[in-house]
């Protein structure tokens, strides 16, 4: 891992339950020796107190090879929308990179699908929960596939494995004495499924995100102990700061965690539609309670028995949850209190990336002012809406989208700096090579800089893919790019082919020179636009099979050899053409219509 990075994944902090009287010096020294974790620990009983809890693989499996990631289990109140999209392109973007990297990743995704917000969307659209949840659930399902989602795990918090492993989840939080039974009255936002605290509310007692009246509630419930959480919850943030990122997500979980927790309410006495509490069917468990803990049940193997344990042994902990900032509270306060209670593994790193917005508010399901993904697959290609949303967007901060904004960076990046580049030069390749190359791309570099300024960037994107900073891996990507174009621009092959003989020699070796550029473009960006890289591989002449076993170390130069013949060149993405120039064409005679993307396959 370079030097300079500001989050790893490798760090592990093992954490000593200050209440036992120890300390934290172990997790400092084996983070920094990098010693083996069998020198540091032994498996806790989930039940004891005083149990030892880590960041790292304790009671789970999951080996320094092995990347587990999650997207939030998405409420199905609704179909999924641009904003749902966004963070499961990201995770997919994420995951195909430590694919490249040779870790065995295990990408999990899903729905959440009890409360009371969906037992009332089902009965507005007259169905049943049940068919109702099947229905959105398989919108989601094929969302995924149109955007290229190479999810390992999709998991529905209605499976009877899920369940089962909530169940157990919960009798051992009861075992260790942090379930009690209570009277609560308080505010509750139903899109949220949330009792919120007055002072957060807007006038009317509006929640702030949804923008309708919290209702007044009374029930008798059963409480989580989290205020028993705080203190070890504070010490796990500042020995491991990586649990809670950007680090600006950190303060606010730390504030919050300063200001004081509060036992939650982990049971709904008026929600028939949930698992049941074990022990008290008259209650179901909190929605959240369950959801979460759909990041372990996902593990479970298909044919095993349903087992809390066996989940966790496949996997457990999660290398990054990553989630929208509307979650983070969940994620980073509730979920690693209760797996402390269960004397589980914390996650590694919860990622709180921001809002799609829409004239400032949130895009959302609630608020119903989405964009739709579907939409934009159909008319601009996944790669288009893949490479928008994770080029335009700071991996962290809030985005608007604007549709100019979005075919001019896709015109400008994906089809002239790559697409043209490829296409001319293959161009170029017939017309002079019969498109074989004349040389190895190693020698053909030699005696020049290019091939050094291209590894640098390739390093940067690689840097900027570990830090999970995607619009600058983006960026480096596009460097490379911008640096064939001014390669291919300063030596002028075509002119240099006129003039025969030696001239036309170099000329033939400038053009493997910009292919393998494009080859390098290829791997590179194929966790951000995967399809695209597709159809330059092919153009270069390489199988689909061999672009489906790419490592990063493909990403060194060198790759083409001499003799490797070139595909037909086809344009690998066509511009997408607006109104305007459309109306322009027409008005000469040419083809007219709206606006236009055609992938070229
Ligand atoms: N506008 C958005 N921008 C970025 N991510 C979003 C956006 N909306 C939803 N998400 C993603 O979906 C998660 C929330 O999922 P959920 O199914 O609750 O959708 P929602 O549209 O936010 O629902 P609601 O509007 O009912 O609160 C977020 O944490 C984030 O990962
Ligand atoms: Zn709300």
Request: glycine residues 6%; aromatic residues 10%.
């Amino acid at each position: 891992m370079a030097a300079g990075m500001n989050c790893s994944f490798q760090n592990s902090l093992w954490l000593l339950n200050p209440r036992q009287g120890t300390n934290f010096r172990a997790a400092h020294l084996r983070t920094r020796l990098r010693l083996p974790q069998s020198l540091f620990f032994s498996a806790p009983s989930p039940a004891a107190d005083g149990a030892l809890y880590c960041t790292n693989s304790s009671n789970g499996s999951a080996a320094s090879d092995t990347f587990v990631l999650t997207t939030p289990l998405y409420y199905v109140n609704a179909p999924p929308h641009m904003g749902s999209a966004y963070t499961t392109i990201a995770a997919d973007a994420i995951a195909r990179f430590q694919r490249l990297l040779g870790k065995k990743v295990i990408f999990i995704t899903g729905t959440d699908e009890h409360g009371e917000k969906i037992a009332t969307a089902a009965s507005a659209q007259g169905s049943s929960p049940g068919e109702h949840c099947d229905v959105i659930s398989q919108a989601y399902k094929s969302l995924w596939k149109d955007l290229e989602i190479g999810y390992d795990k999709f998991i529905r918090t209605t499976d009877p494995t899920h369940e089962a492993i909530v169940k157990q989840f919960y009798s051992r939080v009861l075992a260790k004495g942090d379930i009690y039974k209570a009277d609560y009255e308080g505010l509750y936002c139903v899109n949220c499924e949330e009792y919120k605290d007055e002072k957060d509310l807007l006038e009317n007692s509006c929640c702030p995100m949804h923008l309708k009246p919290c209702v007044r509630r009374k029930e008798d419930n059963y409480f989580f102990a989290l205020s028993k959480y705080q203190k070890l919850l504070e010490e796990t943030l500042v020995q491991n700061p990586d649990l809670v990122q950007p680090s600006f997500r950190l303060n606010e979980v730390q504030s919050w965690i300063r200001s004081g927790l509060k036992d939650f309410s982990i049971s709904r006495a008026s929600v028939e539609w949930g698992i049941p509490v074990p022990g008290d069917e008259k209650q179901t468990i909190y929605v959240w309670f369950d959801a979460l803990l759909g990041y372990i049940s996902a593990l479970s193997e298909e044919k095993e028995r349903p087992d809390l344990e066996l989940a966790v042994s496949s996997g457990w902990p999660a290398s990054l949850h990553l989630i929208g900032k509307d979650i983070l509270r969940f994620h980073a306060v509730y979920w690693p209190a209760m797996l402390m209670s269960a004397g589980l593994s914390l996650p590694k790193m919860v990622f709180g990336h921001g809002f799609l917005t829409k004239d400032g508010m949130k895009m959302g399901k609630s608020l119903g002012n989405t964009l739709e993904p579907n939409d934009l697959v159909q008319r601009f290609g996944s790669d288009a809406v893949r490479y928008f949303f994770l080029r335009e967007v700071e991996f962290g901060s809030d985005g608007d989208y604007s549709e100019d904004r979005f075919i001019n960076i896709v015109n400008a990046h994906l089809a002239n700096t790559i697409g043209n580049l490829l296409n001319r030069t293959l161009g170029l390749l017939r017309k002079n090579c019969q498109s074989t190359l004349v040389v190895d791309s190693a020698v053909a570099a030699e005696g020049t800089s290019f091939r050094e300024t291209v590894e640098t960037l390739v390093e940067r994107a690689r840097v900027h893919y570990e830090n999970l900073s995607l619009s600058s891996a983006c960026e480096a990507v596009l460097e490379i790019g911008n640096a064939g174009n001014s390669y291919v621009d300063e030596r002028a092959p075509w002119s240099l082919f006129k003039q025969g003989g030696p001239a036309s020699e170099a000329a033939a070796k400038d053009l493997v020179v910009v292919l393998e550029v494009m080859r390098i473009i290829a791997v590179t960006l194929a966790p951000v636009a995967p399809s695209l890289c597709l159809r330059i591989y092919k153009q270069l002449g390489y199988s689909e099979d061999q672009f489906n076993a790419l490592t990063w170390v493909d990403t060194k130069w060198g790759g083409l050899k001499c003799g490797q013949v070139m595909a037909q060149p086809k344009p690998v993405f066509a511009r997408i053409e607006t109104q305007t120039e459309e109306e322009g064409k027409a008005a000469v005679g040419s083809r007219s219509g709206k606006k236009k993307l055609k992938e070229a396959a």
